[in-house]
C-alpha cells in the first residue's frame, strides 16, 4: 500500500514527488525507461558536454526558483550569458538579428513597411472575439503578415516545431493570448504589467535562460537524491491500472520478469497522451480517446561539435528558420556560446533540430541522408568552408512535442470529467499546462497540492 503512485519518472513525476516527499507521503515512481529523468540526458565525450532532450529551460515562475532553492546542495544552477539576449533569423541566407523593441522592429529588414507601420498601430486595434483563434490568425491580424513569417513562426519552431495556423493562441501561448484580452493590446499589455507592483519572488522571475553546471542531468541526479532512489522503479513493463472501491490496482512487470501489484489511494499520471489507453482500460473508450489523439511533433536533433570553429561568429542564444525560407532545418542553438564548458576552448557545440508539424517526413531519413542535408544545411548557412565536425550525434524523438490545437479545449474537458469520475485519479504530464521546462515544475506543485 502507498499513498501515492506517480506514473513517469521525467521532470514534471520527479518535481511532484520531491514536494511530496517533503511532506512525508508514502510514495512510488513508476518509469518505463531504463533511467529517470525521460528525455533529460546529458553526456560528456571528447570535451563536450550536450544535453539529448530539452537544452535549456526559461525562469518565467517562483516554482523555479523554490525548486533550485531546495536542491542547492546537488545541483548549481547556470544562467545563460549575455549572448542569450541575442537571437538570429534567416532572411534570404544571412541571418539578422531578431528584433528586441519596438525601434529595433521599425528598423530591422524582416519586416515590410507596411507592417512596420501596422506595428506602430498596435496598440490602437481592438481585441479578438474567437476564443479559438490560431496564433497566424491572431499575429496577422494585429500585426501583419511579414512579422508572421519572419518572428513569429520561426518562434513557434523553436518552441514547438509546430504550425502557428494550427495552434490556438489561448491554449500555445496563453500570456500572449491574455495580454490582448485584458489590456487590449500587446505592447499596451506589456507595458503595463512592466508597471504593475510586485511581490518580492515575483521580481525573482528574470526569464533567464537556464541550464546546471554539467548539463540538465544533474538537475535529474538532484531530484533523485532528495526522493530516494528506492522510491523509484525503472525498466518496468504492462503498466495498467484498475479502480478497487476507493483505491486503486496498479499492476506491473518488474525488471526480472516479475508480476507486481500494489495498491495506493491516488495515481499522479504524467506520461504521455499516447501512452493512457493502454495503462487505464477502464476508462470510457470514447472519453479517453479525446484524450489520447493529441498529435505530437516528430522531430530530430543533432548534435554537432567542432575542437576549432571556423564559420560564422557565435554571439547569441541561437537562429531560427522561418518556414517560408524553404530550408531543411528548423534552426540551431549556439550551445556553446551560452554555458561553459560546452565545448574546447575555440570549439564549437551546436543542436540543430530537423522535421516538426511540416516537414515530419524527414524523419523518416537515414542517419545518412540527415548528414548529407547537414553539411548543405550548416555550410552555407554557418559559412563554413569544410564539414568536418569532431561529434556528431543524430537523436530521434519519435513523440517530441504535443500540439495544442484545437481539440485542446476537448481533451482538458474529457481530462476533469475523468478525474471527477474516478477521484484520486490525477493527470497531468506536457498534455496540458504547457510544453517547457517551467511549465513542468510549475505543474509538478499543482500536481502536490492537489494531493496534500
Request: proline share 4%; net charge positive; hydrophobic share 40%.
Amino acid at each position: 500500500m502507498k499513498d501515492v503512485v506517480i506514473l513517469g519518472a521525467g521532470l514534471t513525476g520527479l518535481t511532484t514527488a520531491h514536494h511530496l516527499k517533503k511532506k512525508g507521503v508514502d510514495l512510488c515512481l513508476l518509469e518505463k525507461g531504463s533511467r529517470a529523468g525521460g528525455v533529460i540526458h546529458s553526456v560528456t565525450e571528447n570535451g563536450f558536454t550536450w544535453e539529448e532532450g530539452p537544452n535549456s529551460g526559461v525562469i518565467s515562475n517562483v516554482e523555479v526558483l523554490r525548486l533550485f532553492e531546495d536542491l542547492k546542495n546537488d545541483c548549481e544552477l547556470e544562467i545563460a550569458n549575455e549572448n542569450v539576449k541575442r537571437r538570429y533569423i534567416l532572411k534570404g541566407g544571412n541571418w539578422q538579428p531578431l528584433p528586441s523593441g519596438l525601434k529595433s522592429a521599425v528598423t530591422t529588414p524582416l519586416f515590410t513597411l507596411k507592417d512596420k507601420f501596422r506595428i506602430l498601430g498596435e496598440p490602437f486595434r481592438s481585441p479578438g472575439k474567437n476564443p479559438n483563434e490560431t496564433l497566424a490568425e491572431l499575429v496577422k491580424r494585429r500585426l501583419g503578415k511579414s512579422f508572421l513569417d519572419y518572428a513569429i513562426d520561426p518562434f513557434i519552431l523553436g518552441v514547438y516545431s509546430g504550425d502557428p495556423n494550427r495552434l490556438v493562441t489561448r491554449f500555445a501561448l496563453p500570456k500572449l493570448y491574455n495580454l490582448e484580452q485584458k489590456y487590449g493590446s500587446f505592447i499596451r499589455g506589456t507595458i503595463k504589467k512592466g508597471s504593475e507592483p510586485k511581490t518580492e519572488d515575483e521580481k525573482k522571475v528574470t526569464r533567464g535562460v537556464f541550464s546546471t553546471k554539467g548539463g540538465l542531468s544533474s538537475l535529474i541526479n538532484a531530484l533523485k537524491n532528495k526522493i530516494g532512489e528506492e522510491n523509484i522503479l525503472t525498466g518496468i513493463s504492462s503498466l495498467t491500472v484498475k479502480p478497487i472501491g476507493s483505491h486503486f490496482l496498479v499492476s506491473y512487470i518488474d525488471t526480472v520478469g516479475n508480476p507486481v501489484e500494489m495498491e495506493t489511494k491516488k495515481v499522479i499520471s504524467t506520461i504521455g497522451a499516447h501512452q493512457l489507453d493502454q495503462i487505464l482500460p477502464f476508462a470510457d473508450a470514447a472519453q479517453l480517446a479525446k484524450i489520447t489523439n493529441l498529435y505530437y511533433a516528430r522531430v530530430i536533433e543533432i548534435v554537432l561539435g567542432f575542437n576549432h570553429w571556423e564559420g560564422i561568429k557565435l554571439d547569441g542564444f541561437g537562429g531560427l528558420v522561418p518556414f517560408r525560407e524553404k530550408r531543411d532545418i528548423l534552426g540551431a542553438l549556439f550551445m556553446s556560446s551560452l554555458f561553459e564548458d560546452r565545448a574546447p576552448k575555440d570549439g564549437a557545440l551546436f543542436s540543430i533540430f530537423m522535421g516538426g508539424v511540416r516537414r515530419a517526413e524527414l524523419c523518416d531519413l537515414s542517419d545518412n541522408q540527415v548528414k548529407t542535408i547537414l553539411k548543405k544545411e550548416i555550410c552555407s548557412t554557418m559559412k563554413l568552408k569544410e564539414f568536418n565536425p569532431d561529434l556528431i550525434k543524430i537523436i530521434r524523438h519519435p513523440w517530441a512535442i504535443p500540439q495544442y490545437e484545437e481539440d485542446t479545449e476537448y481533451r482538458l474537458k474529457a481530462v476533469t470529467e475523468l478525474e471527477e469520475k474516478y477521484p484520486g485519479l490525477i493527470i497531468g504530464g506536457n498534455l496540458r499546462n504547457g510544453i517547457g521546462m517551467a511549465d513542468r515544475i510549475h505543474q509538478a506543485s499543482m500536481l502536490a497540492e492537489a494531493v496534500i
